[in-house]
T-cell receptor, first 114, second 114 residues
């Protein structure tokens, strides 16, 4: 069965610094998608970034970038120049292209210190 | 485009009662997924509907059921409510089919069972 693991329940980062959130997954499939979602306190879950497994190039969205290591089944999220508004719960998610089933990790709570 | 809407936003029910939650996806989206979010269990997948058919199902008892209508709107029903059903229920829509596959989440329905 496919699984997604986020081993860091909580992380802290100083404002303007860089932080990396870890995510590993397990699958025997070769075609899939990976996502990072952000859920601010008492607010809606939003998509941060997506990565197609068939693309070798790491996805980037402004201050957010991923380090996708397909062989190692690792998908970490790097947040550069952290801002107070980045404080949220971050979820890593995997989607199987064959079944369209999503699997979410348990989340990492990010605190940004002023 | 309007985002994903969920009604009602808050609900208080008594143990043993049943409840129906509603989700309207983004226009054009054909896939709707439901999740239960609790502090202890994180984000748990309930089921996914695509073009009025249940395409994926999580590991929840039969008291949890859903359906999708021809306009892609979806409802989730929980019968014989238990105290443990108290949670934030999130609905997410995606284009489905050939993609794109990222999910867009609604604000959730906060269900409290007393």
């Amino acid at each position: 069965a496919q699984t997604v693991t986020q081993s860091q329940p909580e992380m802290s980062v100083q404002e303007a610094e860089t932080v990396t959130l870890s995510c590993t997954y397990d699958t025997s499939e070769s075609d899939y998608y990976l996502f990072w979602y952000k859920q601010p306190p008492s607010r809606q879950m939003i998509l941060v970034i997506r990565q197609e497994a068939y693309k070798q190039q790491n996805a980037t969205e402004n201050r957010f970038s991923v380090n996708f290591q397909k062989a190692a089944k690792s998908f970490s999220l790097k947040i550069s120049d952290s801002q107070l508004g980045d404080a949220a719960m971050y979820f890593c998610a995997y989607m199987d292209s064959g079944t369209y089933k999503y699997i979410f990790g348990t989340g990492t709570r990010l605190k940004v210190l002023a | 485009k309007a985002g994903v809407t969920q009604t009602p936003r808050y609900l208080i029910k008594t143990r043993g009662q049943q409840v129906t939650l509603s989700c309207s996806p983004i226009s054009g989206h054909r896939s709707v997924s439901w999740y239960q979010q609790t502090p202890g269990q994180g984000l748990q997948f309930l089921f996914e509907y695509f073009s009025e058919t249940q395409r994926n199902k999580g590991n929840f008892p039969g008291r949890f059921s859903g359906r999708q209508f021809s306009n892609s709107r979806s409802e989730m029903n929980v019968s014989t409510l238990e105290l443990g059903d108290s949670a934030l229920y999130l609905c997410a829509s995606s284009a489905g089919g050939t993609g794109p596959y990222e999910q867009y989440f609604g604000p959730g329905t906060r269900l409290t069972v007393t």
